[in-house]
């Protein structure tokens, strides 16, 4: 290097750390991240706040009634929500309203994911809370602890976990951000896709439900979106506290209260910050998936190409930093795409055979490369696995930067987009909305 004015110098999550990249001035093009919204200077504070102001309800204490048996859904281990700050003051809410500790218990909302261990499950709750109450794993394919409850108005039926459904009053925990499939996490999708059967998933996530390529941002009109509502409004959802983050994980705004009205007053907040100007047609996008826990597999390192697949140009080239300690995920995510010939191949199953554990990760990853080609920054995924994935593998960001450049040209343009998951593109006009 001749001097510093020559390159772009930034670090970018990965894993539990940030790694250093460094772009040619001539090819860097600039750095997309969400809109920064400060953190709040308590997060106590802005907990409590929310659930003392909460929006379409009363206060959880004055809701509840010695008795009940309560049911708390959080998220699990592959969510970067802040469960051991929000359950505290809902503990203390429902003690005020005599709840003892004997009659709660914490769902963990896993949808179709593995179960989180005791150490994990330590580590999500709290180990205060995870010392006091009962804690449960949901899962999508024991029949015993799921009940149909009906159908949708698209005809989904919604077979959901049975001890949720029968609880007296249930509140749900969770995290808004833009979705690529639902537009914005949280609310409704604790329970829609988070407490669903195989079965409910199958249809919910199938081919029919998605939009042609990535609905960031998108509600009004979403099937995806439309179905998780009428599902949550079925099974009932008597309290919400969901909060939204900045790029920092830090709290930025609480919101307690209705399970729709509470979520749409978060998710217009959310808007503010993610949604964002972007460039048309880039030739490359380093896509940062934001680290731990956003990067524990592929599987969830994908959701960081939904954003750079809206803006990258058709033949452009992704690189995707993601540690993925967890592997690939899903199995039959890397099953599909090493069973095919090419991507094209993939979208032709889906349509065929819909949704199982993994298949629309593999349909969506597919999409990615249909139109723009991957290069995977991994210090634990093989060159072997990725190359059944049609994926190459790169040691480092240097390394991928240099293989994308033989590929684009060496004066091509690279387009840093850092917590992509965190990202919605404006550029976009969607004829599908």
């Known amino acids: 290097m001749n001097s510093d004015a020559e390159y772009h110098i930034e670090q970018i999550p990965y894993g539990k750390k940030e790694i250093e990249i460094v ?3 001539r090819n860097y093009l600039g750095t997309l991240t969400a809109n920064y919204h400060t953190g709040v200077t308590d997060d106590e504070t802005e907990i409590l706040s929310a659930m003392d102001r909460p929006v379409g309800t009363a206060k959880l204490s004055e809701m509840v009634r010695k008795g009940m048996k309560i049911v708390i859904v959080v ?23 005599g709840i003892p500790d004997r009659d709660i218990t914490v769902l963990i909302a896993t949808g179709s994911h593995r179960d989180n261990t005791s150490e994990e499950i330590g580590a999500l709750l709290g180990n205060d809370a995870y010392r006091r109450l009962k804690v449960k794993n949901h899962h999508c394919q024991n029949r015993e602890e799921l009940m149909n409850i009906g159908e949708t108005s698209l005809g989904v039926p919604v077979v959901i976990n049975k001890l949720y459904y029968e609880a007296d009053f249930k509140i749900l925990i969770g995290t808004i951000q833009p979705h690529h499939s639902a537009g914005y996490t949280g609310g409704r999708k604790s329970v829609l896709p988070g407490l669903a059967s195989l079965e409910t998933l199958k249809l919910h996530h199938g081919y029919k439900m998605r939009a042609p390529e990535p609905a960031m941002g998108w509600i009004d009109g979403n099937p995806f979106h439309v179905t998780a509502l009428e599902a949550v409004n079925m099974a009932g959802a008597d309290f919400i506290l969901n909060v939204v983050q900045n790029q920092k994980k830090e709290i930025t ?6 399970v729709e009205k509470a979520w749409l007053a978060g998710v217009n907040v959310c808007r503010a910050i993610s949604e964002i100007d972007t460039p048309d047609d880039v030739d490359i996008i380093i896509a940062s998936p934001g680290g731990h826990p956003k ?13 750079a697949e809206l803006v990258i140009k058709r033949g452009g080239t992704i690189i995707l930093p993601a540690a993925c300690p967890d592997g690939v995920g899903a199995a039959s995510f890397y099953q599909w795409m090493k069973e095919a010939s090419k991507p094209e191949d993939v979208e032709v199953r889906f349509k065929k055979e819909g949704y199982n554990i993994g298949t629309s990760k593999a349909w969506m990853y597919s999409r990615c ?28 960001v240097d390394d991928a930067i240099q293989m994308a450049l033989e590929q684009q040209g060496v004066n091509a343009k690279i387009l840093v987009m850092k917590n992509g998951p965190n990202i919605v593109p404006k550029r976009k006009t969607r004829t599908y909305i």
């Open 253 to 258: 705004h609480a919101f307690a209260g209705d």
């Open 369 to 396: 490369l249909m139109k723009a080609s991957l290069i995977v920054v991994s210090d634990t995924l093989s060159e072997e696995t990725l190359g059944d994935m049609f994926t190459r593998k790169a040691q480092s």
């Open 75 to 97: 998220n699990d281990v592959t969510r970067p929500t802040p469960t051991p700050k929000l359950m505290p003051p809902i503990l203390r809410e429902l003690e005020k309203g």
């Open 295 to 307: 990067d524990i597999n592929l599987y969830q390192s994908q959701k960081a190409m939904a954003p």
């Open 23 to 25: 772009i040619s001035s």
